[in-house]
C-alpha cells in the first residue's frame, strides 16, 4: 500500500503544471484500497487518469481535456475538475478553465491545502477578463467630434471712389505711356549677343578643323597604295562633322547678332528691326527701320 502511494505521488510530479500534479495525487491517495478490492469504477478513472497525465506532458491539451473528462465521470473527484480548467486554460480558452476551477472550489473540501492557490488562479483570471472588456470597451467608444469653428465673419468695404483730374496738366499726365523696358534689358541683350557670336566663331573653328582632318585624310587615303579603312571612315565622319559645325556657328552668329541689335538703344528717330536670314549657302541679317 505505502509502495503503492509512493509510486503514484512520483508519476504526477512529472505533470507540467504547477498545481495539477499536487490534487491528482490527492485524489489518487485513496486508490490503493479500492484497486485492491476490486473497485472497477476507480479503477476505470485511474486509467484515464494515466492517460490523460501523458496526454498533457506532451502537449495535446485537446485530449488529455477528454481523458480528464471522463476520469471524473468514472469517479467524481474535485482534482479532475481542476485538471479540466487547466487544460481548458492552455487551450487558451480561460472562460471555460473560470468556470471549472470555480466549480472545484465548491465541491472541494473547505481545508483543503490547495484551496488558496486556486483561489489566486481564479482571481487572476477574472482580473485579467475585466482588463479585456475595458480595453475592447475603450476601442469601441466613439470618438467625439471636433468642434466646428465658425469663419469670422468677412467686413465688406466700399470701394475707394474714382478721383477725377482736376485739371487739364493731370489728364495730359494719366495719358502719357510709361515704359515697361528698364534700361538695363538692352544691356543684357547685347551681353548675350556677344557670347551667342563668340560661341558661333567657337564652332567655325571647329568646323575648320574637321574640315583640316577630312582633307589630310582624303590625300593619306588618295596617296596610298593599300588605303585603310579606317582612314576613309574617318575622313567621311570628320567631313560630316565640318558640315554640323558650320551649321551651329552660323546660327550662333545669327543668333547673336540679332540679339545685339535688339540691344541696341533705341533711335530716337525710329526704331530699327532687324531679321536673321538663314538659307542654303546664305546667312545674313535683314534690317528695316526709320530714321
Not at 467630434?145 to 469663419?151: D, H, I, L, R, S
Amino acid at each position: 500500500m505505502r509502495a503503492m502511494r509512493k509510486s503514484v505521488f512520483a508519476h504526477a510530479r512529472r505533470e507540467r503544471s504547477f498545481l495539477a500534479a499536487v490534487l491528482v495525487a490527492v485524489a489518487l491517495g485513496a486508490w490503493g484500497p479500492a484497486a485492491e478490492a476490486g473497485d472497477a469504477s476507480r479503477a476505470t478513472a485511474k486509467a484515464h487518469y494515466e492517460t490523460a497525465t501523458r496526454l498533457y506532458d506532451i502537449r495535446e491539451y485537446d485530449k488529455a481535456l477528454v481523458e480528464f473528462k471522463s476520469a471524473y465521470l468514472a469517479q467524481p473527484d474535485p482534482a479532475f475538475l481542476f485538471n479540466v480548467g487547466q487544460c481548458y486554460r492552455k487551450l487558451g480558452q480561460n472562460q471555460q478553465a473560470l468556470n471549472f476551477f470555480q466549480e472545484y472550489l465548491k465541491k472541494a473540501p473547505p481545508d483543503d491545502p490547495n484551496r488558496s492557490q486556486v483561489e489566486a488562479r481564479v482571481r487572476d483570471i477574472e482580473a485579467e477578463a475585466k482588463l479585456q472588456a475595458e480595453t475592447a470597451q475603450a476601442a469601441a467608444a466613439p470618438v467625439p467630434a471636433a468642434e466646428v469653428v465658425q469663419p469670422a465673419p468677412v467686413v465688406q468695404t466700399a470701394p475707394a471712389a474714382v478721383v477725377a483730374p482736376t485739371s487739364a496738366a493731370a489728364s495730359v499726365e494719366q495719358a502719357v505711356p510709361v515704359s515697361t523696358t528698364p534700361g538695363g534689358n538692352e544691356r543684357g541683350l547685347r551681353i548675350a549677343g556677344i557670347a551667342c557670336g563668340a560661341a558661333g566663331l567657337a564652332s567655325v573653328g571647329i568646323a575648320i578643323y574637321y574640315y583640316t582632318r577630312a582633307r589630310s585624310l582624303s590625300d593619306s587615303v588618295t596617296k596610298s597604295q593599300t588605303p585603310k579603312a579606317s582612314d576613309d571612315q574617318a575622313g567621311r565622319d570628320a567631313q560630316t562633322m565640318q558640315w554640323v559645325f558650320y551649321g551651329i556657328g552660323a546660327g550662333a552668329l545669327a543668333t547673336g547678332t540679332v540679339l545685339y541689335l535688339l540691344g541696341w538703344p533705341p533711335n530716337p528717330a525710329g526704331r530699327t528691326v532687324a531679321t536673321p536670314i538663314v538659307g542654303p549657302g546664305l546667312v545674313g541679317i535683314s534690317a528695316q527701320g526709320t530714321f
